[in-house]
């Protein structure tokens, strides 16, 4: 499945952006990329936006707030993703992201 | 001889005398490889035409070019079965001035034949025509196999153009509409790509919910002391009806059970089922795959019937000797209505055909459809457009259990008595929302879209335009 999101470098050329998911039915695709210090950005896109979408946007902030996450920007394509799932994709994307970073 | 052979589309138009606010009817036998449908309307828009009602029995993704002749007004009004793609998206955006009219495969004939639906032309893509005008579906590089669903539009038009790219100087053998009903025939390069027409081949599902699904519709079947010698049976083409189908094969071989006829879209499935003697006949009024097409060329098991014959509800026609039909849903909701119409967005994604038909005619109707598509619950508390009332639905299976409508306790005690997990259809909407989470409810405007009118012709819903 074709990716449109840029991948910013760090001065190493290490990739700084972290994935996780799928852009499957009931997945979740979820980039974390380095963004302004102090705060997070999230954008969203959900094909149960009307339904679902201040939903999605809790258990995001909630999953960064859990790993103490901040400066980051955020990513996620949703396309019906049950939270567990989304929880599950944002915990393997914070984790690489760390990984990567340090 | 009079010669029925036009030089070109607008000069047949104009013979039949196409002038502003005419009816003009297609089918949908070419599917999403319908090339006839936009040829027509870009004669009528270059005829300087307006006001026309299109009374298409389906509208697909490949009919996108109406949406242009829409703003054009060229095209003023649509009365459909189905509708799926651009147009429809389009459409449930307020595309239209007057709201589209949504029938059932059943309902189309029964207001062509009583005359609330008038046709001044049908544009009929005839896969083979020779020159008396005889049309046939099952030759030609277009071949759709079953013409059901033109018979009623051939039959009630003021005036019949047969549209086809094989145009044969020998009488043609096998007819599906006789040259009577034929008053001109114009030639295109191609009125279809074979492509859209039919799937090559329609495979197995692999997707373990629609498996569940299947077993467990398999097993109510089973359960439902209908299947005997004699036992006639109507699926969709959906994963969860096919794999069904395959159980029920099985089922049928098992217990040495020799079925009566099968019915409505017909595939490869249902083909094997016929050639492996599991059943007596196949009443085709659509193919929906290269096998399909094929078996109805050459095996006389494999009839063609018309959409009359079908499901026209003022005769009594093959669904209502129907013992069980598999139908799918958008939306199932507690009193068990079921939406095929429209998305939980409120938009336009599909509508009857048979459904409601098949409904109301089957001894038994089971709806297949997941608890959760995407995380939207599907079993609903209310339906956001309905198609098929609950009264003419039995039961609903889904991954998660079986729920039976409670006018059919018989059905009920039956699946119980053969350990089936049976559910009431209210533990199975709080069983969804407690795994998808309550959806906030979508807004709509005031403004009416679509009209869905039931086979008997009385209007049972409206559908708005999303806010």
Same mark, same amino acid.
């Given at each position: 499945? =074709? ?27 979820? =980039? ?29 902030e ?12 955020v ?28 | ?17 196409? +002038?502003?606010?005419? #009816?003009?009817?297609?089918?949908h ?7 006839v ?7 009528a ?10 009374? +298409? ?5 490949v ?8 703003k ?7 009365d ?10 389009a ?19 029964? #207001?062509?034949r ?9 544009c009929? @893509? ?8 005889? !049309? ?6 277009? #071949? ?9 539009d @051939? ?10 790219? %094989? ?16 008053n001109?025939?114009?030639r ?16 197995? %599902?692999?997707?373990? !919910?629609?498996?569940?699904i299947a077993?467990?519709?398999? +097993?109510?079947?089973r ?16 994963? #969860?009806?096919l ?23 017909i ?7 016929l ?8 009443? &085709? ?23 009359d ?6 005769r009594?026609?093959? !669904? ?6 598999? $139908? ?7 009193n068990?209505n !079921?939406?095929?119409?429209?998305d ?6 599909g ?7 098949a409904?109301?005619?089957? @001894? ?9 598509r ?10 956001? %457009? ?6 003419t ?15 059919r306790?018989?059905?009920a005690?039956r699946?119980?008595?053969?350990g $089936? ?10 069983? @969804?929302l ?5 959806p ?15 086979? &008997?012709?009385?209007?049972? &819903? ?6």
């Amino acid at each position: 499945m =074709a990716q449109t999101i840029p991948t910013p470098e760090s001065s190493l050329g290490k990739p700084l952006r972290a994935t996780a998911g799928s852009l499957e039915s009931n997945d979740i695709f979820i =980039a974390l990329a380095p963004g302004e210090p102090g705060g997070n950005e999230i954008t969203l896109e959900s094909i149960v936006m009307k339904q679902f979408g201040p939903a999605i946007l809790r258990v995001i902030e909630e999953s960064l707030a859990e790993h103490d996450l901040t400066g980051v920007t955020v990513t996620a394509q949703d396309k019906g993703a049950l939270d567990c799932t989304i929880r599950a994709r944002m915990e393997a994307a914070i984790r690489r992201y760390k990984e990567a970073r340090s | 001889m009079r010669d029925k052979l036009m030089p070109d589309m607008v000069t047949a138009l104009k013979e039949a005398g196409l +002038a502003d606010g005419m #009816a003009i009817s297609f089918h949908h036998h070419m599917r999403n490889g319908d090339h006839v449908l936009n040829a027509v309307l870009e004669a009528a828009a270059a005829m300087g035409v307006k006001d026309l009602t299109l009374v +298409a029995s389906s509208v697909f993704p490949v009919h996108q070019p109406l949406i242009e002749h829409i703003k054009n007004g060229v095209v003023r009004a649509i009365d459909t079965n189905y509708m799926s793609g651009p147009v429809a998206q389009a459409v449930s955006h307020g595309l239209l001035e007057t709201p589209v009219i949504f029938r059932s495969h059943g309902g189309r004939p029964r #207001a062509l034949r009583e005359g609330s639906r008038s046709v001044d032309i049908a544009c009929m @893509a005839a896969p083979t025509v020779d020159r008396m005008g005889n !049309v046939s579906g099952i030759l030609g590089p277009s #071949a759709c196999g079953s013409l059901g669903y033109a018979v009623p539009d @051939a039959e009630c038009a003021r005036h019949v153009i047969a549209i086809t790219d %094989t145009y044969l100087d020998k009488p043609l053998e096998r007819v599906s509409i006789p040259h009577d009903r034929v008053n001109s025939i114009v030639r295109l390069d191609s009125i279809g790509d074979p492509k859209g027409i039919v799937s090559g081949s329609t495979s197995m %599902t692999r997707d373990p !919910v629609a498996l569940a699904i299947a077993r467990k519709a398999a +097993a109510a079947i089973r359960a439902s002391g209908l299947l005997k010698d004699g036992f006639n049976f109507q699926t969709g083409a959906g994963g #969860a009806s096919l794999a069904t189908a395959q159980y029920l094969r099985e089922d049928m071989i098992r217990q040495k059970v020799r079925g009566g006829f099968l019915l409505g879209g017909i595939t490869k499935y249902l083909v094997d089922m016929l050639e492996e003697g599991l059943f007596e006949a196949i009443y &085709d009024v659509q193919c929906f795959d290269l096998a399909a097409v094929e078996s109805i060329g050459r095996n006389k098991a494999h009839q063609e019937i018309s959409a009359d014959t079908y499901a026209n509800p003022s005769r009594r026609s093959c !669904v209502d000797y129907l013992d069980v039909v598999l $139908l799918g849903a958008s939306e199932v909701d507690v009193n068990f209505n !079921v939406n095929v119409h429209t998305d939980s967005n409120g938009i336009i994604i599909g509508g009857s055909g048979g459904h409601n038909d098949a409904a109301a005619g089957a @001894a038994m109707t089971i709806i297949v459809a997941p608890l959760i598509r995407a995380r939207l619950p599907i079993v609903v508390d209310q339906c956001t %457009t309905i198609t098929t009332p609950g009264k003419t639905v039995d039961v609903l299976v889904t991954e998660r259990g079986i729920a039976v409508n409670p006018a059919r306790p018989d059905l009920a005690d039956r699946f119980r008595a053969a350990g $089936l997990d049976v559910r009431s259809i209210e533990e199975l909407r709080a069983l @969804a929302l407690s795994i998808a989470g309550e959806p906030r409810k979508v807004a709509f405007t005031d403004r009416v879209v679509g009209r869905v009118e039931y086979r &008997d012709g009385t209007i049972i &819903d409206a559908i708005y335009m999303p806010a």
